[in-house]
């Protein structure tokens, strides 16, 4: 009797323990299924290998000015240019999103980030029909100098940014833009803090634009749904860990 006692415990023991090794698996599984249905949220739209998702505006390409280094993506502008440009947008188009990148610029650098561009031969440049977020070396490029509108982060010509957060000339500045048309809010955070809150659409946009520098542009800011991108400004200029999240 004693023996099938001493038996029975192990094997509730054993049961037990099988039972809790199911539940941890379980909970593990249950941890990485929530991990990847968060990281499914977003989508990469730059990982440092190729410009997959990516060409260059009123082109089917990417230029070759544009290169891969350590993971980035890195504008080298060309000595002669013969009227060219050499900005790029993204295949596919957005219309409410939040976009996480980090930039980095050269001593005396300006580019900037688009959103809402139409890809159209009758607007010659994505800044004649996408808003931009500035990307300047506020230091020594002269259009620091052309009022805090025109700084790092600013919703360009448009609202200034509430402070100067930009990290020195060769660091990594992280930039994440938040457009949503559902709700008619845009902001910018820079560094983790937020910089910049403004409109998307309707009225207060409009009044914006009208003191701007684009009041008399036909076709800047007027579509919902664009190409987001990246600013040949004749500068050096450097992006990375590119990746959005629809809303």
Not at 202 to 214: H, L, N, Q, Y
């Amino acid at each position: 009797m004693k023996q099938l006692t001493v038996i029975a415990l192990a094997i509730s023991f054993f049961a037990c323990k099988q039972t809790k090794k199911q539940e941890v698996v379980q909970e593990n599984l249950a941890v990485e299924e929530n991990v990847e249905e968060v990281s499914n949220d977003w989508q990469v739209l730059f990982d440092g290998s190729s410009f997959d998702g990516w060409h260059g505006y009123l082109s089917d390409e990417v230029s070759n000015v544009w290169k891969l280094e350590d993971g980035a993506m890195v504008f080298y502008p060309p000595k002669e240019r013969n009227g060219e440009s050499y900005n790029i947008v993204t295949d596919k188009e957005y219309t409410n999103f939040v976009l996480s990148l980090e930039w980095k610029v050269n001593e005396g650098s300006n580019s900037g980030i688009f959103w809402g561009v139409y890809e159209d031969s009758k607007y010659g440049q994505p800044y004649e029909t996408g808003p931009e977020i500035q990307v300047l070396d506020n230091i020594a490029h002269p259009d620091a100098k052309n009022g805090t509108t025109h700084q790092a982060g600013a919703l360009y010509d448009m609202i200034a940014p509430s402070k100067d957060v930009v990290k020195p000339v060769g660091e990594w500045n992280t930039c994440v833009i938040t457009i949503d048309h559902d709700t008619n809010a845009g902001s910018v955070v820079l560094n983790g803090e937020k910089i910049v809150e403004f409109p998307v659409h309707g009225e207060a946009w409009d009044t914006m634009v009208a003191k701007s520098k684009f009041a008399d542009w036909e076709g800047f800011g007027n579509y919902t749904t664009g190409k987001i991108g990246l600013q040949d400004h004749g500068d050096i200029v450097a992006y990375r860990n590119i990746k959005v999240k629809e809303l």
